[in-house]
């Protein structure tokens, strides 16, 4: 059986039967989830390039976290499920592109505006208008539950959505300022932004979409010498990864391979390579990065925004600090995590190395983490998330179903795995083109949407029931009779 140390920590107790699996006792409490859009600072902020902001992107993103909301609120009360998206800001931007039929810009910069969209005719500007406005439409129908829960916005919004609010939220601890998108009455909210509590809480349910990259771990700086643009500037230097061997292709990537491109993929391992995902804003609190290489990159809070920046990337470094500080509050607390973006196999990375093993027991936390795109692959979008959750509703509706057959009769409760297995064949079954080109890929970098989990593998989390992990819902109690029979009165 699983036990807990002093330290918070899971503990295996030596069993006499080696085939018996650990069992884990979830906390008492209620599930919670955190839903997650981000984006990126050329999206909510003007470049030299394109002087105009463009949250087009943003629109399918919300669309996503509207029907994960309304998915989830089948399983879980409302109040416990917490948005961080820009709702609010985007819905003002689709209704200004609605008006001029275009994004907003400055006045002197329409024409440049209407070309760079190819805005001709008026045919094409009312094509453009009624575009924006399906935008719009179909955000305000996917949020609606949200946006009439929270006075037109998310829980937080606007500049609130940076990574330093994730993580506040996960851990428990209220962000300062009122609430999203900057006071409480600015948003029309009755009440401060939610936070997942530090104690009574049984597992957390969190859900991101937005654009992953990643970065050479850097060891210093170095004089920009290719020709072009940026020519003679400072850029970061790369750590030499030397004969290390590639977690993507199994090789090193030696000198002469490397320039060649002959990999066609970066060098992949957590000793050469930063994993994060973008959020539209950053944080003014440089100490959360002080455990990733930086160097060589923006770190000015006050630098300009178009500018990319480590201050609004969350690495996985911030995802474990998040993970270990939980178990340390509350032992047990089960963490699943849903990863829908490009690349997003490189944030599981960490979750199967032998350090984190031997000196946290990563391998004994409840933890289970889903990832749409392996390391190094482009994500095939909302689809797997669609099959997980649809999958998830079903099977609660079984169980509940089976709640009042006989003992006899009654079904087994589905277990995480086998909802994970499940959503995975009806995945592939969906994209059977890109698994034949994926049989066919001579890499694995070539692929696509390679769905994949890490896990606690002594924890038991595989084996704990989808019910006891999503379902919190109170059901109403059971009427009782009336000792006397109700009058009811003839109508025509």
Request: a neutral charge; glycine letters at 6%; hydrophobic letters at 30%.
């Amino acid at each position: 059986v699983c036990l807990f140390d002093s330290t918070g920590y899971f503990m295996q107790k030596e069993s006499s039967d080696r085939k018996e699996k650990p069992k884990i006792a979830l906390p008492s409490g209620d599930a919670y989830a955190v839903l997650v859009v981000g984006g990126t600072s050329s999206e909510v902020f003007p470049t030299p390039k394109r002087p105009w902001r463009d949250l087009g992107q943003q629109a399918s993103f919300l669309v996503n976290m509207g029907r994960v909301y309304q998915a989830l609120a089948k399983c879980m009360s409302e109040d416990h499920i917490i948005c961080i998206a820009l709702l609010q800001e985007t819905l003002s931007w689709l209704e200004e592109c609605v008006k001029v039929g275009h994004p907003p810009c400055p006045e002197d910069k329409t024409e440049e505006c209407r070309k760079y969209y190819r805005i001709g005719t008026k045919e094409r500007l009312e094509w453009k208008r009624q575009q924006y406005k399906d935008m719009l439409s179909n955000v305000k129908e996917a949020c609606k539950p949200i946006l009439e829960r929270n006075g037109g916005c998310a829980h937080y919004d606007g500049k609130q959505v940076t990574p330093e609010t994730i993580i506040n939220v996960m851990t428990g601890v209220a962000p300062e300022g009122a609430s999203s998108p900057t006071t409480l009455e600015e948003s029309g909210s009755k009440q401060a932004p939610p936070v997942v509590p530090q104690k009574g809480v049984k597992s957390v349910f969190l859900w991101t979409n937005t654009h992953g990259g990643h970065h050479a771990v850097s060891v210093g700086v170095e004089e920009r010498k290719k020709e072009g643009e940026g020519q003679g500037e400072m850029k970061p230097k790369a750590i030499d990864p030397g004969e290390l061997i590639c977690d993507v292709c199994g090789k090193a990537h030696l000198p002469d391979t490397q320039l060649k491109r002959e990999m066609s993929h970066d060098h992949s391992s957590l000793k050469t390579r930063e994993w994060f995902m973008l959020m539209p804003y950053r944080t003014p609190n440089t100490a959360l990065y002080d455990c990733i290489s930086t160097a060589g990159h923006v770190m000015d809070y006050k630098a300009p925004n178009h500018l990319s920046s480590p201050l609004q990337r969350f690495y996985w470094q911030h995802i474990f600090s998040v993970m270990h500080k939980s178990q340390k509050m509350e032992p047990g607390r089960a963490i699943i995590c849903l990863y829908q973006f490009c690349t997003a196999g490189g944030h599981l990375k960490w979750m199967e190395n032998s350090a984190m093993e031997t000196f946290h027991r990563t391998q004994c936390w409840p933890v289970f983490m889903m990832a749409t795109a392996r390391e190094q692959q482009y994500s095939l979008g909302f689809s797997f998330t669609n099959i997980f959750l649809d999958r998830l509703v079903n099977e609660l509706k079984e169980d509940d179903n089976n709640d009042s057959s006989s003992s006899s009769s009654r079904k087994t409760s589905t277990t995480l795995k086998q909802l994970y297995t499940m959503s995975v064949e009806k995945y592939w079954k969906t994209h059977k083109v890109e698994a034949t080109h994926n049989k066919r890929a001579a890499s694995p970098s070539f692929k696509y949407g390679e769905i994949e989990f890490v896990c606690g593998k002594e924890s038991g989390v595989l084996d704990i029931s989808v019910e006891r992990l999503f379902l919190n819902k109170k059901k109403p109690p059971p009427q009782q009779e009336d000792s006397e029979p109700k009058k009811t009165t003839a109508t025509t």
